[in-house]
């Protein structure tokens, strides 16, 4: 299983920045893919997610509002769009999926390589 994030940048405060995650690798069933965070010196955080079962989507409380998260399943494809950038959004995003029936309690099974946000002031 292959994750493939891009679109991370350089934008100002207030900008916005929509990122993609590539799936591949697997077929194609009941599957979610996340979006994570990590800051330095932060412990990685959950963004937001998407179970493609149901199409029912999760953001943390710190985006919520701001990003939005969607699938192209012709293109195995998340997106996330994020608007209204701050400083704080700055870390290296990445990407993660969880086979099968989501279940939250348990971990994401496939990460791909981060892509870097930073957000400046």
């Known amino acids: 299983v292959q994750l493939q994030a891009s679109g991370g940048g350089l934008v100002q405060a207030g900008g916005s920045l929509r990122l993609s995650c590539a799936a591949s690798g697997f077929t194609f069933g009941d599957y979610a893919i996340g979006w994570f965070r990590q800051a330095p010196g932060k412990e990685r955080e959950g963004v937001s997610l998407?179970?493609?079962?149901?199409?029912?989507?999760r953001y943390s409380d710190t985006v919520k509002g701001r990003f939005t998260i969607s699938a192209d399943s012709t293109k195995n494809t998340v997106y996330l769009q994020m608007n209204s950038l701050n400083p704080e959004d700055s870390a290296v995003y990445y990407c993660?999926?969880?086979?099968?029936?989501?279940?939250?309690?348990?971990?994401?099974?496939?990460w791909g390589k981060g892509t870097q946000v930073t957000v400046s002031s």
């Open positions: 993660a999926i969880q086979l099968g029936d989501y279940d939250p309690g348990y971990g994401m099974d496939y």
């Open positions: 998407i179970n493609n079962s149901d199409g029912s989507t």
